[in-house]
Nanobody, 123 residues
Framework: QVQPVESGGGLVQAGGSLKLSCAASGRTIRGYAMGWFRQAPGKERDFVASISWSGISTDYADSVKGRFTISRDNAKNTVYLQMNSLKPEDTAVYYC????????????????WGQGTQVTVSS
C-alpha cells in the first residue's frame, strides 16, 4: 500500500509562500488520486485540494482557490501543494492522503494518510 510522507511546512509571514511535498513510499502513486487536507487546533480536518491520478483533474476548497495549486510528478512519486498569498487562517497541520479511483472531498474516502506537516502563518 502507498504511504504518504509530507514535508515542507514551516513558519511564514502573511502574504508569503510555501511549497509542500508529499513523497509516497511503499509503492507507486500511479493510479492513486491524491488529496491535501488541513486541520487547525480544535477544528475538524478539512479538504484543501485534490488531483486525479493523471493530473488532469484538480479541485480546490473555495477558501484556497486562486492561491493554492496542487500538482504531481508520478515519475518522482511525489505530489505538491504550492501555497501563495498565505493568510493567518491557513495555519494548520497539512495532511496528504491517497485513494484509488476518482478524487474526493471527504476524509473518509481516503484510506492512506501521512503524519502531517505544520504550517504556521504569522500576521
Amino acid at each position: 500500500q502507498v504511504q504518504p510522507v509530507e514535508s515542507g511546512g514551516g513558519l511564514v509571514q502573511a502574504g508569503g509562500s510555501l511549497k509542500l511535498s508529499c513523497a509516497a513510499s511503499g509503492r507507486t502513486i500511479r493510479g492513486y488520486a491524491m488529496g491535501w487536507f488541513r486541520q487547525a487546533p480544535g477544528k475538524e480536518r478539512d479538504f484543501v485540494a485534490s488531483i486525479s491520478w493523471s493530473g488532469i483533474s484538480t479541485d480546490y476548497a473555495d477558501s484556497v482557490k486562486g492561491r493554492f495549486t496542487i500538482s504531481r510528478d508520478n515519475a518522482k512519486n511525489t505530489v505538491y501543494l504550492q501555497m501563495n498569498s498565505l493568510k493567518p487562517e491557513d495555519t494548520a497541520v497539512y495532511y496528504c492522503a491517497a485513494k484509488l479511483g476518482a478524487p474526493g472531498f471527504a476524509t473518509g474516502a481516503y484510506p492512506y494518510w501521512g503524519q502531517g506537516t505544520q504550517v504556521t502563518v504569522s500576521s
